[in-house]
């Protein structure tokens, strides 16, 4: 038995955006919209607001959101009284956006809600109308269920998740995800890799995440360079398919340790969460390999085999081959080493730790051990350059860690009409 559930309506296509702001009619009066510091990029949606007659409070944000900002944004988002939240950015807008949706209408704090570090309560209250809007291709937070949070005092990231906080609307253009910096484009591309990858060999996978990952897995492979070095249309159109199939895929199955030990690190790093997830990747996906030659699981290899046919669309290629195309994808996208944010002066013991609380964890396809946690992020550091392993060293020796929990990273712009 499974369950399958997205996004209630999905607009997908060129000049999507442009031909369907008329859904924001569908959800009230009042607009909480939320974007990136790039806030030309909300300008339509402020026009199409404005010549409608409708109120509405524009949010940007900066970097990725943590529960301070969500707590001190729902404070003056309940005085406003927004019927909907409208969220057009990267992944992270989509998350605070997503966040607030869920938060603005419920008492008591964002703590109260989140897993790991919180009560984890369930929502008391349906979240506002959530209209999501990407402008790159990565996350898939579009057609997610859950919003990411850094909690800056307990140092890790984790996830505020409900079934309700799938967006009513998302709406995917292309066009949007123009133009988009190698940088941007590639960490993003590699981010909607991890989820079709973990998705596809987690423990408790489905027939239709398979396809859905399988297709995924199919358009990226054929598009990430074209998309991310070259700026081709027609790529950028398949990555931006391929992250939204991620963001089902990971709503529907399961994630596993590249996921795990990111949201541990997360808090501990000034990494954005997908080049963590990107670089831990291919260690992770050597180590279940590993683990499942020892335990016998076939069907553990066919996976990770098929998945190397689908990245290197050769019939022969051995499941090893998807780890060298890993590689070989994070270097010609030149996405930084982890070793430059500090992780070889982290606690691999205190973040294995973490990352064995984490719920992403729990889907890994075997079951991994503390010590083969640590061993990964050993590895990460051994061939990220010449840097001493810092497994034995207590957390609170890095000069390399970043706590932002102090920094909101939050503008506020508002324009009531």
């Known amino acids: 038995m499974f369950q399958f559930m997205t996004s209630t309506r999905i607009i997908f296509g060129e000049d999507a955006l442009q031909s369907s702001l008329s859904v924001i009619n569908q959800f009230g009066y009042s607009v909480l919209l939320v974007s990136g510091k790039n806030t030309q990029r909300a300008s339509p949606i402020i026009q199409y607001i404005k010549n409608q007659g409708m109120r509405y409070q524009h949010v ?24 909907m939240v409208v969220a057009i950015g990267g992944g992270s807008v989509l998350d ?7 938060i603005i209408p419920n008492q008591g704090d964002v703590y109260d809600y989140v897993e790991v570090v919180g009560r984890n309560v369930p929502l008391k209250t349906k979240p506002l109308p959530f209209i999501a809007i990407p402008t790159t291709a990565s996350t898939g937070s579009e057609v997610t269920r859950n919003a990411v949070l850094r909690s800056g005092q307990d140092r890790v990231k984790v996830s505020l998740r409900s079934p309700d906080m799938l967006a009513d609307v998302a709406i995917v253009d292309p066009t949007l ?31 239709i995440t398979d396809m859905i990952c399988e297709e995924g897995l199919r358009r990226l492979s054929r598009s990430v360079i074209d998309g991310c070095l070259n700026d081709d249309f027609s790529a950028r159109a ?18 596993g340790a590249a996921h795990g030990l990111a949201s541990a690190l997360g808090g501990k790093l000034a990494a954005p969460h997908s080049v963590i997830t990107a670089r831990l990747a291919p260690y992770v996906m050597q180590e279940n390999i590993r683990a499942a030659e020892k335990s016998g699981r076939a069907d553990v290899l066919a996976r ?37 944010f500090g992780v070889c002066q982290t606690s691999f013991e205190r973040v294995a730790d973490d990352a064995l609380m984490s719920v992403a964890i729990k889907g890994n396809p075997l ?15 051994h061939c990220d350059g010449d840097c001493e392993s810092a497994s034995s060293m207590d957390s609170t020796t890095s000069v390399s860690l970043v706590d932002q929990s102090n920094q909101s990273g939050l ?5 009531i009409n």
């Open 238 to 255: 398949d990555l931006s398919f391929a992250a939204m199939l991620g963001g089902m895929a990971i709503t529907n199955a399961k994630l």
């Open 96 to 102: 605070m956006g997503k966040a607030l949706a869920a």
């Open 177 to 207: 995800t123009y133009g988009t910096d190698r940088y941007t484009s590639g960490r993003g591309a590699m981010d909607a890799f991890t989820h079709l990858m973990e998705a596809y060999v987690c423990g408790d996978p489905n027939p």
């Open 304 to 340: 990770y085999r098929k998945m190397a046919q689908l990245l290197t669309k050769r019939t022969n290629a051995c499941r090893d081959d998807s780890v060298l195309w890993v590689n070989m994808m994070l270097e010609k996208l030149e996405l930084p080493k982890l070793s430059e």
């Open 411 to 415: 503008t506020a712009y508002q324009d």
């Open 60 to 83: 940007a944000i900066s970097g990725e959101p943590n529960i301070t900002m969500v707590e001190e944004t729902a404070l003056s988002g309940r005085k406003f009284q927004p019927d």
């Open 367 to 381: 079951p991994l051990t503390k010590d083969r946690l640590m061993y990964i992020l050993e590895q990460v550091c």
